[in-house]
Nanobody, 123 residues
């Protein structure tokens, strides 16, 4: 069982930055691949970024590539999403997700989900 708690969301102007954190419970965090997804009102949940359980490999959605960076600190059971050059279209609830030894861009690959944190980017 893994519990995930996101934090770091908020209101920011376009062009600004935020860093989201996702703290995980459990002693086997280092064996879980992690992902960030987001969901805007009236839209489906979409992939943002993923990192392998070793932390050696990351993948990003084209819409955030070059602006967002995902990282993990297995000693702190935490993953991060650093978001720069934010745009109004980045406004959404951001969710982190965990899957046992997965490295995937699809929601169905992840078993555990956090409650989400709101990111709002004003123009």
């Amino acid at each position: 069982q893994v519990q995930l708690v996101e934090s770091g969301g908020g209101l920011v102007q376009a062009g600004g930055s935020l860093r989201l954190s996702c703290a995980a419970s459990g002693r086997t965090f280092s064996s879980y691949g992690m992902g960030w997804f987001r969901q805007a009102p009236g839209k489906e949940r979409e992939f943002v970024a993923a990192i392998s359980w070793t932390g050696n490999t990351t993948v990003y959605a084209d819409s955030v590539k070059g602006r967002f960076t995902m990282s993990r600190d297995n000693a702190k059971n935490t993953v991060y999403l650093s978001m720069n050059s934010l745009k109004p279209e980045d406004t959404a609830v951001y969710y982190c997700a965990a899957g046992w030894r997965v490295f995937s861009t699809t929601t169905r690959s992840y078993r555990y989900w956090g409650q989400g944190t709101q990111v709002t980017v004003s123009s």
